[in-house]
């Protein structure tokens, strides 16, 4: 196997494998601060749910549109 074809195929393996896993993360931190925020019903946890979920949820939607795009590139690279 060439060295630019594994490096390739790891890298997109290597952000897929990210993706899923910070999207798991975020799932459970998500339901983790539901169940702190019904001990405290007088606060507001909005903002914490927005910017826990923007980090997670955000980081993973880059990462596979990082790996979309590459994907692509290497798909028109590969033909020449």
């Known amino acids: 196997m060439d060295t630019k074809t ?7 393996i290597g ?3 990210y993706a899923v ?3 798991v993360a975020g799932t459970v931190v998500m339901v983790c601060l539901m169940f ?3 001990d405290y019903p007088g606060l507001s946890f909005a903002p ?6 923007g980090f997670f949820y955000g980081t993973s939607a880059i990462s596979l549109f990082i790996r979309a795009k ?3 590139r ?3 690279d590969e033909v020449k």
């Open 70 to 72: 590459a994907t692509k």
């Open 6 to 12: 594994y490096f390739n195929r790891s890298l997109r």
């Open 74 to 76: 290497i798909g028109k």
């Open 36 to 38: 702190f925020a019904a």
């Open 21 to 23: 896993i910070m999207s």
């Open 48 to 53: 914490i749910y927005l910017g826990v979920g």
């Open 15 to 17: 952000l897929l494998l």
